[in-house]
């Protein structure tokens, strides 16, 4: 994949004095492949190498930085850019604000209704009402509602009517006669662009006025995402892109060139099929991703929202101190089972998205870590530093784990500390960076 095939141009790069025209061409070809591989499409990727390796070149090297981390840095920074270098926020200045969701069937549309609905409503009090446009389908209505019900937003349905127009329109009256300040609607969709399809959300638009239009695509599906989206955009001129399923195992070579060939800022992420798996899109965060390094702060604010906020000060203190424990430890993965989707939150740890590609996640996940800890002495567990041979032999005993797995728990525990010991002092992408092979 795309992190893999970087990491290892930069590898070529190690150890090289100084970035010239002849060590950085080999990479820059290397990292064009890499762009091409991971869906990005040529004209993006060819723009993309020329840009880097002007700054490359440009560059002043000093000998206390290795060539290897100064090019990860301007290809994370060209990244960062190339997807439009901050995020961006959706228009809700209306009475309702009117939301309209466009894209092709499956790619996820009803699913980040609900989802937008649940972030819009908890994040920033709105209180929604949800349109089911999709008139086509019953089973589409239902799942509306289902999700309506889910989050506690009311969901607008016009029994046997097949005019989303009309529906549309109905619905915003009763949002201004019920008091919802937002209104999204979500619409059908085809399998493929086809005429009919881009006529009726066409004909929505032109009759609600949407203050946002929201294009939603399937970040699995490569370079047809693009295609797609360029259409949509011919005919809707739409405000922003929804990239969903990131939870898979792509990594957001979509993301790259939907931004450059539309010219349209993407502004969320989906990254599961639960009603809280919606990011707001961050572009540095997305070249980390990129990167294969995770996009490790989404988990983190992600976890803190979980945590009440007594426990995260607490928390921060001893991260700070590095005085983080095996009982924090411990703790931490009772809040992560609270948190939902076991595998959407290991796909955004560094490292971890190849490694759980083919597992099977359960509630059991955790049960040989948690029988491990507990078989240390508290002060075992406060002061890990003391755990010597022959106490890791007598906790495997005791937890009916080997030696190994022992040995692995604590190497990846003081893994985790180093990690959040960085974050904790919010430096965390250079020093990220500068810690890379
Ligand atoms: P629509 O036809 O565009 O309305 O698509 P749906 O919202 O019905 O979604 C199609 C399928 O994709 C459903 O099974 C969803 O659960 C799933 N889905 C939607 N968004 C995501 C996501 O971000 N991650 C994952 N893993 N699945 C998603
Ligand atoms: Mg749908």
Do not use: C, W
């Not at 850019?81 to 092709?104: W, Y």
């Amino acid at each position: 994949n795309l992190s893999e095939r970087l990491e290892r141009s930069f590898k070529i790069l190690k150890g090289q004095g100084t970035i010239t025209e002849i060590n950085v061409a080999e990479t820059l070809k290397d990292i064009r492949r890499a762009l091409l591989d991971a869906d990005v499409n040529f004209k993006t990727a060819k723009t993309f190498t020329e840009t880097v390796k002007d700054e490359a070149l440009g560059q002043n090297v000093l000998t206390a930085v290795k060539p290897q981390q100064m090019m990860v840095k301007i290809v994370h920074d060209e990244l960062t850019k190339l997807m439009g270098g901050s995020s961006t926020d959706i228009n809700l200045d209306g009475k309702p604000a009117v939301i309209l969701i466009a894209g092709l069937q499956g790619s996820g549309k009803t699913t980040f209704t609900g989802k937008l609905a649940n972030l819009l409503k908890s994040k920033r009090s709105k209180n929604p009402l949800l349109v089911a446009g999709d008139v086509y389908r019953p089973a589409a209505i239902n799942q509306l509602q289902v999700l309506g019900e889910q989050i506690g937003v009311p969901v607008y349905t016009e029994e046997g009517s097949k005019d989303p127009v009309k529906i549309a329109k109905d619905a915003i009256k009763q949002a201004k006669q019920n008091g919802n300040d937002l209104v999204i609607v979500d619409t059908a969709g085809r399998l493929a662009v086809d005429e009919e399809m881009m006529k009726e959300i066409t004909a929505i638009k032109n009759a609600v006025k949407p203050h946002e239009i929201l294009f939603v695509v399937d970040s699995m599906t490569g370079q047809d995402a693009v295609n797609t989206a360029k259409e949509f955009n011919d005919r809707l001129d739409f405000d922003g892109v929804v990239l969903t399923k990131l939870d898979g195992d792509t990594r957001g070579g979509a993301a790259l060139s939907i931004r450059s060939v539309v010219n349209k800022p993407i502004k969320f992420v989906g990254t599961g099929e639960k009603m809280d798996a919606l990011d707001v899109f961050h572009p540095n965060r997305m070249a980390d991703r990129i990167l294969g390094m995770g996009d490790i702060v989404s988990l983190v604010e992600r976890a803190q929202e979980q945590f009440d906020a007594e426990e995260a000060q607490k928390l921060q203190k001893k991260i700070a101190k590095n005085q983080f424990s095996f009982n924090d430890f411990l703790s931490q993965i009772q809040q992560i089972k609270k948190m939902g989707s076991l595998k959407d939150l290991a796909g955004m740890i560094p490292g971890m998205g190849k490694a759980i590609k083919d597992m099977d996640f359960d509630d059991d996940a955790f049960k040989e870590v948690e029988a491990i800890i507990y078989s240390m002495t508290p002060d075992e567990r406060e002061n890990p530093a003391i755990l010597n041979g022959s106490r890791r032999k007598r906790i495997a005993a005791g937890s009916g784990s080997s030696i190994q797995e022992v040995n692995r728990l604590i190497k990846q525990f003081e893994d985790t500390r180093k990690v959040m010991k960085m974050m904790g002092k919010g430096k965390n992408l250079s020093k990220m960076m500068a810690n890379l092979p």
